[in-house]
């Protein structure tokens, strides 16, 4: 996807996640357990500070987080979403800036994550205030499913291991494959973490449905019955399991 492309989908989706929140702030979040909507949002302005500050000085700001209480809620995801902007528009997507996934140290790696933490956060919004969720473009999905996969599941898994080792129990290299539409991607379960390539063969479990439910599923904000499970169920349980650190 295009930077531009990009930009325009963490636009909508902060400006969706804005409508939604407004009016609700004390309603409970179910996908994210504790939290109140007013906590999702000042969350949301924390990560867009966050950000902000790792490209304008290199280095991850420090003490962190910012007290926000004192600050309307949306008052501060207007102000951290207004720079963050600034900051994504400024830069050119290969320009340097530190990032915790090793193999992509680019202002191009927050463009992406940046669309994708708010794309999965309006629907946060979306189901703590009841409304149908908006839709989710094709494109944007189907990159969402390649950076959860290969980013946070993958990458994290050989990273920082110690995270899954409970999850990896019993791993002995079963493969489960994603797919949707013409996208597929081989999930390799190891006790050495989780192993994810293109492409699709032979396996034991496969998950199947529209990039929406599959992006949704793996993100946890779906449940079981929003995609097609075939094959081994207690794979595809372990797959789901295996989700839960890498997207806490």
Do not use: N
Not at 3 to 26: F, I, M, N, P, Q
Not at 102 to 110: E, I
Not at 146 to 165: G, P, Q
Not at 183 to 212: K, N, Q
Request: hydrophobic share 40%; charged share 25%; glycine share 8%.
């Amino acid at each position: 996807m295009e930077k531009s492309t990009y930009l325009d989908c963490l636009e909508h989706d902060y400006r969706r996640l804005r409508e939604v929140a407004a009016g609700a702030w004390s309603s409970p979040v179910p996908s994210c357990p504790g939290w109140t909507m007013a906590d999702l949002v000042r969350h949301v302005a924390e990560v867009y500070l966050h950000k902000t500050e790792i490209m304008r000085t290199g280095a991850a700001p420090e003490p962190w987080p910012p007290d926000l209480s004192g600050e309307d809620p949306v008052v501060a995801l207007d102000r951290a979403y207004t720079g963050l902007v600034a900051e994504l528009t400024a830069r050119k997507p290969d320009e340097p800036a530190l990032t915790w996934y090793g193999p992509d140290q680019t202002v191009g790696f927050w463009v992406r994550r940046m669309a994708h933490e708010t794309v999965i956060h309006r629907v946060d919004a979306e189901l703590a205030a009841g409304v149908a969720l908006a839709p989710i473009p094709e494109a944007l999905a189907v990159d969402g499913i390649d950076e959860v996969l290969v980013c946070f599941l993958s990458f994290a898994s050989h990273t920082w291991l110690e995270y899954f080792t409970e999850q990896l129990t019993g791993a002995g290299g079963q493969t489960v494959i994603v797919e949707s539409g013409d996208s597929r991607w081989s999930v390799r379960l190891t006790p050495e973490g989780v192993d994810v390539t293109p492409g699709g063969g032979a396996a034991e479990a496969r998950i199947s449905g529209s990039p929406t439910d599959v992006l949704l599923w793996l993100w946890r904000r779906a449940g079981d019955d929003a995609v097609r499970r075939d094959g081994d169920p207690s794979l595809v349980a372990q797959l789901h399991a295996l989700l839960g650190p890498a997207t806490e």
